[in-house]
């Protein structure tokens, strides 16, 4: 029987481990006797401050209801190593399976991941390129991206609009030439490498294949009384091809809010869903 998961003297503690290209950061909340791992997928830059909260928070109680829980900061990016402009999404994708894999080794069966914003792209490029070493267990969307064009607008969108605070003017097209020249610009001060700009476009994100077999429930907030359009298509698709559960709550946008943002029935949800779903 594979319950000797050791984990009090492995790697995996609350800490640093050593990935593909240097020391990143590993938020965990372990439960001693399971076999079932969580992993959160952040969102990008700025949101992961105004997110970090809610995931710990989450984290903890979802570890009290007997799951094991794991985020990492991603290369480059919170308390790992390195620097933005020297990361990529490939290097984001082995360090998840790297993650993955040491789970594997430390007793582990099964895997569900809470994927937050960009993190949703993240998980959809590591599904459709990398062969799982745990069974995929749930999937839990919060807010996400399903296009990499969508996110890298909404980001572009904060330069352009500090671009227009100072009377200039600047145009995403504008800042995608300036990548595409081989230099480096700054967002909202995070700097975004040619190569990185690069990686964010070969990022696979069409809907995995795995998803036919899997158990999703997306989260999506909003201060509408209606389901958006955008977010009514995608859902009918997702309908298609997944058991999908969908939720749309009315609340702040926690991701964006100037304040740290409470989200307490996103969290209960999310908790019910990762607690309660049949195997």
């Known amino acids: ?20 290209c240097g020391r990143c950061f590993l938020l965990t909340h372990i439960f001693l006797d399971s076999t079932s791992a969580v992993i959160a997928l952040p969102p990008f830059a700025e949101e992961i401050n105004k997110t970090r909260h809610l995931v710990g928070n989450t984290m903890r109680q979802l570890s009290a209801a007997g799951l094991s829980c794991f985020m990492l900061d ?7 190593e390195g620097d933005l402009d020297t990361a990529s999404t490939a290097i984001w994708r082995e360090d998840i399976v790297q993650l993955l894999r040491q789970l594997q ?3 582990f069966t099964e895997v569900s991941f809470v994927a937050i914003r ?5 998980l ?7 062969p799982m070493p745990l069974t995929v267990k749930q999937i839990v969307l919060w807010q996400p991206f399903f296009e990499v064009a969508k996110f890298w607008q909404q980001f572009a969108r904060i330069r352009v609009a500090e671009a227009m605070a100072r009377g200039e003017k600047l145009s995403q ?49 909003s201060q509408l009384d209606s389901i958006a359009l955008p977010v009514q298509k995608m859902r009918d698709t997702l309908q298609h091809v997944c058991e999908l559960q969908f939720y749309q709550l009315k ?22 869903q990762l607690t309660t779903m049949p195997a």
């Open 1 to 20: 029987m594979q319950k000797d998961l050791a984990i009090p003297n492995s790697a995996l503690r609350n800490g640093f481990i050593e990935l593909s």
């Open 124 to 130: 959809f490029d590591l599904l459709n390129s990398s």
């Open 173 to 221: 097209k504008e800042l995608e030439q300036q990548l595409n020249n081989g230099n480096t610009i700054e967002i909202a001060g995070y700097p975004i490498s040619p190569a990185f700009y690069q990686s964010l476009l070969k990022m696979q994100t069409q809907l995995p294949t795995a998803l036919n077999s899997l158990a999703v429930s997306w989260f999506e907030t």
């Open 74 to 80: 991603n290369y480059g990016t919170g308390d790992s």
């Open 118 to 122: 960009f993190g949703a792209l993240q």
């Open 105 to 107: 080794q430390q007793g």
């Open 251 to 272: 609340a702040d946008p926690y991701w964006q809010t100037n304040e740290l943002a409470s989200a307490d029935e996103l969290i209960r949800l999310t908790i019910h």
